[in-house]
């Protein structure tokens, strides 16, 4: 059942939702200063707008997010900009700024936000890469925005290099911690398999053709068209689990399976391998349910205690939408 009061737009499940049009649209890279194709994508755009200046029905940002850590080629400085971005620590005052990474989250809250407010950019696409082979995935905190949902279902018909997927964390608004998040609408889109620091071609191919379609979406959806409704794959995060440590030193005493790395969204089920410990022993999924694994061995999240990410997957149905401007 769809609730009126979640859904104030949607007068029954047949009718068309009438959505305010997204004028204005942030194309961010170099949240984190190693992941190269975002990287390098705003550096394309930025050359680009300087040559051409060409005028765009919608107002498109394009920002380098963290560029010290960008002329370092590295995740970040001081701190993870991309946990800079809750209600709380985008608050604090300027003597409780300890670090770069948190004084720059409040520049692009200025720029891009504020958060919350009116004057928000209406949806911001935060590029990153993923060392996981996780295809294209947005990253966003709802499992009920339209407008993100129907561009995931767009990229899904109309990219065909890569599988796309919509990623859900269920997390209050107020705790969101991303950049994305500072938009009215946002997402990650997080593209892999590619190493930090290094740039494949058909990984950066992809990510220009997925910005290039949602740019054209956004045309499309504020020249008055109408996107038909359907559903689309939700995989929502339930859960991160750890590598095997020591439990004194809290070393790493395993690694991710062979059968288990690179089989993003393939279904883990009870019992299957998930660990091979350095002594050579499988340690195999304890879980009750079986789930979708996801971030598989990503690189930057050895610091953050994550060998990888379980998710529980179900069908949203999503409306027809249109814009309401015209
Ligand atoms: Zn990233």
């Known amino acids: 059942m769809m609730n009126r009061e979640r859904h104030p737009h949607l007068r029954n499940k047949e009718d068309t939702v009438m959505l305010p049009a997204l004028s204005r649209v942030a194309v961010c890279g170099g949240t ?3 992941e190269l194709s975002g990287v390098y994508l705003v550096h394309e755009r930025l050359k680009r707008r300087k040559k051409s200046q060409v005028m765009e029905p919608v107002a498109v940002v394009t920002v380098m997010s963290n560029p010290r850590a960008v002329q370092r080629c590295v995740r970040y400085t001081e701190t993870d900009l991309n946990r800079c971005f809750t209600h709380a620590m985008l608050s604090l005052s300027a003597s409780e700024q300890t670090s770069y990474e ?3 989250s409040q520049e692009l809250n200025s720029l891009l936000g504020p958060k919350g407010s009116a004057e928000a950019m209406d949806l911001i696409c935060d590029l990153h890469n993923t060392t996981a082979n996780m295809g294209l995935c947005l990253i966003t905190y709802s499992d009920s925005d339209w407008i993100c949902l129907h561009i995931c279902k767009y990229l899904q018909r109309e990219m065909a290099t890569i599988p796309v997927r919509y990623i859900h964390y269920d997390i209050p608004r107020s705790e969101a911690y991303s950049l994305d998040s500072v938009g009215k609408h946002g997402f990650a889109m997080e593209i892999g398999p590619q190493p930090h620091g290094l740039i494949r071609a058909n990984i950066f191919m992809a990510m220009q053709e997925a910005v290039q379609l ?3 979406w956004v045309r499309l959806f504020n020249s008055g068209a109408q996107f038909e409704g359907g559903s689309v794959d939700v995989y929502t995060l339930v ?3 750890d590598y095997p440590r020591d439990p004194h030193t809290h ?4 690694a991710v399976h062979p059968d288990l790395q690179d089989r993003d969204f393939c279904l883990l089920h009870p019992g299957d391998p998930m660990f091979l410990s350095f002594s050579g022993e499988t340690l195999r999924y304890k879980g009750k349910e079986p789930l979708y694994p996801f971030f598989i061995n990503e690189s930057a999240y050895y610091e953050k205690a994550v060998a990888l990410s379980l998710a529980r997957r179900r069908k949203v149905e999503i ?5 309401s401007r015209m």
């Not at 070393?251 to 395993?254: E, G, K, L, Q, R």
């Open 214 to 216: 949602l740019l054209d």
């Open 102 to 104: 948190l004084v720059r």
């Open 239 to 241: 859960k991160n689990i």
């Open 319 to 323: 409306p027809a939408i249109r814009s």
């Open 32 to 34: 984190h200063g190693n």
């Open 251 to 254: 070393t790493i005493i395993a």
